[in-house]
């Protein structure tokens, strides 16, 4: 995915048939156990840290060591809750709380010494910061403004608003990013903002088949959301996704509801159920299944500048791409006709029609016969189809990036 053009919105026309629908992979269950946390503590990059000033430091988050205490930095981070984010030199520091009544006063962005004795600048920025990212030279901000909610002159609540992401190149001077979306995470040096890739100021969509969520987490190696939507979600438990690219997902289901995030510590991933209490399960036990089921070198499809998100992932026989049938149809805004006596399905769009059946290599293209080069197969319940040949028969150009393995569909 080396060169991006800007994502256009498409106009989807459902297709409706019958094919049998799975969902995507499924991990086994496995134990989480009650934990409890003196202490809120994040990962910088360089070790466990506490959220106050001076704040406690460990690298096994287990045995903690205090920081001593600068009066002049004290004075000025003063009692809020702090993130604290190695830059590989110092750290930036900035309040994890949100104030409501500074709802209308500049915020700031602290650089701290590495020894937590030195305050080195102060930056001016947009609004609160709720997370952030590097990416090459650039340090990517999502923020939010909050105000306070009032029955005449009680405060009764607060609401959120102003949501914005915002990068810079010298934490002085910050550009917004025109579109849509709020939570952003960096994953091996990407940037995904909501369903979205970001590209300096390009932006390239994800469309997913059935994952409902985006990422927000990190979990060791993989990318991680609560899936609400989820069709195994109720009100007893929750329903992890887990990703190694953010385009495909496999999900855990956890007999435990009402999660309010997720993290890595040591060797327990631990889902958090309040404050300073979590439940807790051995890592290793996810990660070993993620393995298996995640495509450790997987096929893309760019169609019409959108990433499609399949729920099973495309395959390579014999050199063609194979992908689900439904949702590349679906983005074609293709009609479908299917036999399922005959395991045999005929695509229309406007003048064009392709019939083909399952484990079949003949096909009809206008009711003339053609042969593909690999057949139409059945994929863990999906009905998997030779992308070229269906796409360039029903009126698009397909190309093949060979470095990023991605398959460009446009019409």
């Given at each position: 995915?080396k060169?991006i053009?800007?994502a ?13 629908s ?18 809120n ?15 406690k430091i ?47 006063m ?19 920025i ?11 030279d ?40 025109d ?15 909501g ?42 438990n ?20 009402n ?14 159920k ?29 169609f ?66 053609a ?41």
């Open positions: 995915m060169k053009i800007k256009i919105i498409l106009f989807l026309i459902i297709a409706i048939f019958s094919e049998v799975y969902a995507a992979e499924y991990l086994n269950s496995v134990e989480f156990n009650r934990k409890r946390m003196d202490e503590i994040i990962w910088s990059g360089k070790e466990w840290i506490t959220d106050t000033y001076p704040p460990s690298q096994d988050a287990t045995e903690f060591m205090s920081v001593e205490e600068n009066e002049d930095v004290k004075e000025e981070l003063k009692n809020y809750r702090y993130i604290y984010v190695w830059t590989g030199n110092d750290y930036l520091v900035y309040q994890s709380n949100p104030d409501y009544r500074k709802y209308n500049q915020k700031y962005l602290y650089r701290l010494s590495a020894d937590f004795q030195q305050i080195l600048n102060i930056y001016e947009p609004n609160w910061i709720t997370q952030m990212a590097f990416i090459d650039k340090i990517y901000i999502s923020t939010k403004n909050v105000y306070p909610k009032k029955d005449g002159d009680r405060v009764i609540g607060i609401s959120s608003d102003d949501y914005g992401i915002y990068y810079s190149t010298d934490y002085f001077e910050w550009r917004k990013l579109f849509e979306g709020y939570d952003l995470i960096e994953f091996r040096n990407q940037l995904f903002v369903n979205n890739l970001c590209f300096n100021d390009d932006v390239i969509k994800i469309l997913y088949e059935t994952y409902s969520g985006y990422p927000k987490y990190k979990v060791g190696q993989y990318l991680c959301e609560i899936d609400y939507r989820n069709e195994y979600k109720t009100d007893n929750t329903v992890l996704a887990f990703s190694n690219d953010g385009i495909y997902w496999a999900y855990m289901i956890v007999d435990k509801a999660i309010q995030g997720i993290s890595e510590l040591g060797d327990e991933i631990l889902i958090q309040d404050y300073r209490n979590y439940y807790a399960c051995n890592k290793e036990e996810v990660f070993s299944q993620l393995r298996e089921k995640l495509p450790n070198n997987p096929v893309y499809v760019k019409n500048d959108d990433i499609l998100g399949f729920d099973e992932p495309p395959i390579i026989e014999d050199g063609s791409t194979l992908v689900p049938m439904r949702f590349l149809f679906e983005q074609m805004g293709a009609e479908v006709e299917w036999d399922s006596e005959t395991q045999t399905a005929t695509a229309t769009i406007d003048n064009k029609a392709v019939t083909f059946s399952i484990d079949n290599v003949n096909a009809r293209i206008n009711n003339k016969p042969k593909m080069d690999v057949p139409a197969r059945l994929v863990n319940g999906k009905t998997m189809v030779p992308l070229r040949f269906l796409s360039e028969n029903m009126g698009y150009d397909v190309d093949w990036d060979a470095d990023s393995r991605t398959a460009i569909v446009n019409s």
